[in-house]
């Protein structure tokens, strides 16, 4: 074979990578995750129960023996002022356990990140990635106890109907947010800050009990707290009560989102490529 020729097979053997549209890049890492989780459903069932359990228990129990709020100038009872809470908080937590636990993991025991660098795949790619995994896993436990509000009837608004694109933009907010967070942790025992964090914003997010139960700068506080706004927001879709403070919550949440994303692939840069 002449010289020419084997340039020629060479060139034409030659394939040539080009880098995957966001969209496509996003796709593929869901995909995967897909894949990893499907035969781990349970884990998915686990994360459903817990607030159907708090709903059952305090919603109904301790509703029992408490008469109903208000909401917007609308007096509900304390299992319909529980419920839209706990599909906050469901959200809330499985976005924060699959960006969290999991990506952890990922970045520092298995290493796969940097084996996904190895491919046409960016920091931003994976970034993307994992925070829309994280988005879905904690929207699939909202979604579900979503269904369970509606069978019990719980739900007493058309408005309802965007409770699940609010769900949606929570396990956004606290997915890209919590793996941010998960970038400057050195071993295990930083979990344990995780949880200093994760139980009280689950417990004095005005979950249980309204906000106006606080006074002065702790009402201020809680207010500002991302699970509030996500716990109000779902309140008043579900109550039908919407107001200016929905649209407040909406881009409260949009921005975190968005700041978290932000975060994540620079951390990516700085801990995957230098």
């Given at each position: 074979?002449?010289?020419?020729?084997?340039?020629?097979?060479?060139?034409?053997?030659?394939?040539?990578?080009?880098?995957?549209?966001?969209?496509?890049?996003?796709?593929?890492?869901?995909?995967?995750?897909?894949?990893?989780?499907?035969?781990?459903?349970?884990?998915?069932?686990?994360?459903?129960?817990?607030?159907?359990?708090?709903?059952?228990?305090?919603?109904?129990?301790?509703?029992?023996?408490?008469?109903?709020?208000?909401?917007?100038?609308?007096?509900?009872?304390?299992?319909?002022?529980?419920?839209?809470?706990?599909?906050?908080?469901?959200?809330?937590?499985?976005?924060?356990?699959?960006?969290?636990?999991?990506?952890?993991?990922?970045?520092?025991?298995?290493?796969?990140?940097d084996q996904m660098l190895a491919t046409p795949l960016s920091t931003g790619d994976i970034a993307r990635g994992e925070i829309a995994w994280g988005q879905l896993r904690g929207s699939s436990y909202a979604a579900m106890f979503l269904v369970v509000?509606?069978?019990?009837?719980?739900?007493?608004?058309?408005?309802?109907?965007?409770?699940?694109?609010?769900?949606?933009?929570?396990?956004?907010?606290?997915?890209?947010?919590?793996?941010?967070?998960?970038?400057?942790?050195?071993?295990?025992?930083?979990?344990d800050k995780i949880t200093l964090v994760q139980l009280p914003l689950f417990l004095f997010s005005a979950t249980f009990f309204p906000v106006d139960t606080y006074s002065g700068p702790v009402r201020w506080i809680v207010e500002c707290t991302p699970?509030?706004?996500?716990?109000?927001?779902?309140?008043?879709?579900?109550?039908?009560?919407?107001?200016?403070?929905?649209?407040?919550?909406?881009?409260?949440?949009?921005?975190?989102?968005?700041?978290?994303?932000?975060?994540?692939?620079?951390?990516?840069?700085?801990?995957?490529?230098?």
């Amino acid at each position: 074979m002449t010289a020419p020729q084997t340039t020629q097979l060479l060139e034409s053997d030659t394939t040539q990578v080009h880098p995957l549209g966001p969209g496509a890049a996003t796709g593929l890492l869901v995909l995967r995750n897909y894949v990893v989780y499907r035969d781990a459903w349970k884990l998915f069932i686990t994360g459903f129960l817990e607030p159907v359990f708090y709903l059952l228990s305090i919603g109904i129990g301790v509703g029992a023996l408490v008469e109903g709020f208000e909401v917007g100038g609308k007096e509900v009872s304390y299992a319909t002022f529980v419920a839209p809470g706990m599909l906050a908080a469901s959200a809330f937590n499985g976005a924060l356990l699959d960006s969290t636990f999991n990506v952890f993991f990922k970045l520092k025991y298995t290493k796969l990140y940097d084996q996904m660098l190895a491919t046409p795949l960016s920091t931003g790619d994976i970034a993307r990635g994992e925070i829309a995994w994280g988005q879905l896993r904690g929207s699939s436990y909202a979604a579900m106890f979503l269904v369970v509000m509606l069978a019990m009837g719980l739900i007493e608004s058309w408005w309802a109907v965007l409770a699940l694109p609010a769900v949606l933009l929570i396990g956004f907010a606290f997915s890209a947010v919590c793996m941010a967070a998960t970038t400057w942790m050195r071993n295990f025992q930083d979990f344990d800050k995780i949880t200093l964090v994760q139980l009280p914003l689950f417990l004095f997010s005005a979950t249980f009990f309204p906000v106006d139960t606080y006074s002065g700068p702790v009402r201020w506080i809680v207010e500002c707290t991302p699970l509030y706004r996500g716990v109000v927001l779902c309140r008043e879709l579900t109550t039908g009560t919407v107001s200016v403070a929905s649209a407040v919550s909406v881009v409260y949440l949009l921005v975190m989102g968005v700041v978290g994303l932000m975060v994540v692939r620079r951390r990516l840069d700085t801990l995957l490529l230098t």
